[in-house]
Structure formats: C-alpha cells, structure tokens
C-alpha cells in the first residue's frame, strides 16, 4: 500500500500539505513526518489505514487538474548562489558599523560591489577545460 499512497501523491501533484489535510478529517494526529514513513512502509513498518487511502481517492477524484495543466514551479531566486564566511563577532559589529557608515543599504550590496570590483580588476582567465 505504501507504494500505492507514494504513486497517488506523485501521479496526481499533491503537495504533502493536502494529504495531510485530508487524512488530518479522519486522524488528527496525522502530520508530514508520519506521511513520509506511510510511503516508505517497507522500511518503518507503516502503512496507511484503508479508510484514510479511500478519503485520498476520492478526494484526487474530486480535485484532480486537468491533463496537461500543472502548477507553475516555484520562482527561483535571481540570485541562486550564496557566498559566505565566517568571522568573529567583535569584526561583525565593525563590518556592519562600517558598511552602514558608507552608505550601503545592506551587506548584499557592499558584498555584490566587492566582488564586482575584485573581479574587475583581474585578468581574463581561461576557462577550465
């Protein structure tokens, strides 16, 4: 049965947040974590009870998207990379001092303009092959 809720979820593009909404009517301690050991029953020793798989077939009955139609994915960031040190706490408060003190609205514009300048300054390399 574990397969069967797994292949009901992905089949149909529920979110976990609706099975468990759904399931939630019947159990209301049901939650994310005990959805993920019901798909994975092979290895937990859990399934789902028959009456609550029933509610979640009729309920992607009800609901199902037309074929072809899909939720938009989500919006990536337009920055997707993330850059980043660690220093100790007396430099941190300096760093923010002095980046407020020079007119930076945030620490992501002092460090994009840091990085922009380094690499201004630097000559063309070859790409690795």
Not at 57 to 62: H, L, S
Not at 101 to 116: L, R
Request: with cysteine; proline share 8%; net charge neutral.
């Amino acid at each position: 049965m574990s397969g069967d809720l797994h292949a009901l979820r992905v089949d149909n593009d529920l979110p976990a947040r609706d099975i468990v909404a759904v399931v939630r009517e019947l159990y209301p301690k049901f939650d994310k974590p005990l959805l993920s050991k019901c798909e994975h029953g092979d290895l937990y020793g859990v399934d789902l009870r028959p009456d609550a798989m029933e509610a979640l077939v009729e309920y992607v009955g009800a609901t199902a998207p037309p074929e072809g139609e899909k939720r938009p994915a989500k919006k990536r960031k337009p920055k997707g990379v993330r850059c980043y040190c660690r220093i100790d706490e007396s430099a941190h408060a300096a760093l923010q001092r002095a980046i407020k003190a020079d007119g930076y609205a945030s620490m992501q514009k002092w460090f994009e303009e840091i990085v922009k300048n380094y690499l201004s300054g630097r000559p063309e390399t070859e790409a690795a092959p």
